[in-house]
């Protein structure tokens, strides 16, 4: 029998098994991770805690102050992330990034709601109220009231750095975080993982979305997940998925059917003439907010696709589209200008090319 295991790569078949790696966690109890320095803060004189002292959840959260960069992790390997969850504050204003091996540029970019497959929360999204949209993935859950889990695995090499950045120009806002390592050998074949958000509001008339592009290198992909904001009356979702693998141009290897086909559904979604949501391991369209006939302007839409048992394998080069399409008179095709907004999630050897310029606050606030 083999002793040579690592505690990577965890699931049901490999539980039993037995490994040398070591388990960490960083929260605001253990800023650290280190072993042994968990819950070391003394309650503030106004704490709840003030009467117990040192051990009673003294620290829960931390604060990041307008306009700060904060370091919630600093991890040396080799190693692997292995879950992380968060909670407090989940609106746009809060943008997630993870770099892996002393990179100056950040493998996952992102808003912290859209990593976990919620596009549609408002920059002052916090405490209970609003809209909940609850996310039952494998790799991704979103339970009552936001709590946003991950499961991806994320090995590194030499080191990993997560930062949280508040774009908001005053507030300051809480962040509860638990994010769960493994310190351990890590083999040479396994990649970094990658997460890249993009948006466009409107698509231009006749272009297609580009989900993902400019990746160079060895990787597979492993998910979508998607906003869709609907700027026109009827169906529009008869667009195709499209991915262009190592040096495709006008054609691609892969090409999908339809919107909702992608995300796994069928036939728009209609059940007696209602959109009906649903959310599953691998795939989902999980929120749909209707207009109010007042306010609201349009339907607006939240899917994942997770590509777990079926990865998109590419050897050099990976771009991913999705058009938008929906329906004009005489049974003709309508190129839909709607509010899009996506996240791609991709492993691949490093080094990566560089992500495209971050946008703005103004870019990323839902109006």
């Not at 950040?106 to 109220?129: I, Q, Y």
């Not at 949280?164 to 993982?193: K, R, S």
């Not at 400019?214 to 026109?232: D, L, R």
Request: aromatic share 14%; hydrophobic share 35%.
């Amino acid at each position: 029998m083999s002793s040579l295991f690592n505690g990577l790569g965890m699931h049901l078949g490999n539980l039993a098994r037995i490994s040398k790696a070591k388990s960490r966690s960083i929260s605001a109890e253990n800023p650290t991770g280190e072993k042994g320095r968990g819950a070391l803060a003394k309650p503030e004189q106004d704490s709840p805690a003030r009467e117990l002292g040192e051990g009673w959840k003294c620290r829960p959260c931390v604060s990041i102050k307008a306009g700060d960069v904060y370091t919630l992790a600093e991890i040396k390997g080799p190693g692997a992330i292995q879950s992380m969850w968060f909670a407090g504050y989940v609106g746009r204003d809060f943008i997630l990034r993870i770099y892996w091996d002393g990179q100056e540029q950040p493998s996952v970019e992102c808003p912290l709601a859209d990593f976990f497959a919620l596009p549609w929360v408002s920059n002052g999204m916090t405490g209970t109220k609003g809209p909940f949209s609850h996310v039952n993935s494998l790799p991704v859950a979103v339970n009552p009231n936001r709590g946003l889990n991950c499961f991806w695995e994320m090995p590194f090499k030499k080191s990993c750095t997560i930062t949280i950045e508040n774009l908001h120009p005053t507030e300051t806002w809480p962040c509860f975080h638990q994010i769960n390592y493994t310190i351990t050998d890590v083999p040479d074949d396994l990649a970094y993982f990658h997460a890249q958000f993009r948006r466009i509001n409107t698509l231009p008339y006749g272009q297609v979305y580009k989900i993902l592009d400019g990746v160079q290198g060895q990787g597979h992909y492993v998910g979508t997940s998607m906003g869709w904001g609907i700027n026109n009356s009827g169906w529009w979702g008869e667009g195709e998925i499209k991915f262009y693998i190592d040096g495709d141009s006008d054609y691609p290897t892969i090409c999908g059917t339809g919107t909702e086909d992608y995300f796994g559904g069928a036939y728009n979604w209609d059940v007696d003439g209602q959109y009906r949501t649903y959310s599953t391991p691998f795939m989902g369209m999980h929120q749909v907010l209707k207009p109010d006939g007042t306010y609201l302007s349009q339907h607006r839409h939240a899917m994942y696709r997770w590509h777990i048992m079926d990865p998109i394998r590419f050897e050099q080069d990976l771009a991913v589209t999705i058009q938008a399409l929906g329906w004009r008179s005489e049974g003709r095709f309508y190129p839909g200008q709607h509010d899009i907004c996506s996240v791609a999630y991709w492993y691949q050897m490093l080094p990566a090319a560089p992500f495209p310029s971050f946008m703005d606050r103004n870019g990323l606030e839902i109006v």
